[in-house]
């Protein structure tokens, strides 16, 4: 079999492992509103919607951190998306966020992720990004 032939099959098996649909965009700043009092959310750009695949980074236990007042957990995530999946003519950027629309796991509905990274490789069979959730 040809290293062509290996890295297709590898892709098709790595795509129908993804159960999961995601989101994934980018938010503007949220802004102010001083008539109502309210915090605006930014808007939003989304780069993907479709299938994923979302798994816990293996040594990631979770980390205690301090943001103002409040403690916050950090979890590492590894989500994988279809290696075919192509931007709307923007690179991927830590601080993007990915939401989990649909799962077979219902406690992952509604989670928002965050990305710290992607990883690129022309040998890989899904496009991975590492995500944080802050719980």
Do not use: C, H, N
């Amino acid at each position: 079999m040809s290293e062509e032939a290996a890295l297709t099959q590898g892709r098709a098996a790595a795509e129908r492992r993804m159960r999961d649909l995601v989101m994934l965009y980018t938010q503007g700043p949220d802004t102010f509103d001083r008539d109502s009092g309210t915090t605006v959310p930014g808007t939003q750009a989304v780069l993907y919607a479709g299938k994923a695949r979302i798994k816990p980074v293996a040594q990631s236990a979770g980390e205690d951190v301090q943001a103002g007042e409040r403690e916050l957990v950090l979890r590492e995530l590894e989500v994988s998306l279809p290696w075919s999946t192509q931007l709307p003519g923007v690179r991927l950027l830590p601080g993007a966020r990915i939401e989990v629309l649909e799962s077979d796991d219902s406690r992952m509905r509604g989670v928002t992720l965050w990305v710290t990274g992607g990883q690129l490789s022309a040998q890989a069979t899904a496009w991975r990004i590492s995500a944080e959730e802050r719980t």
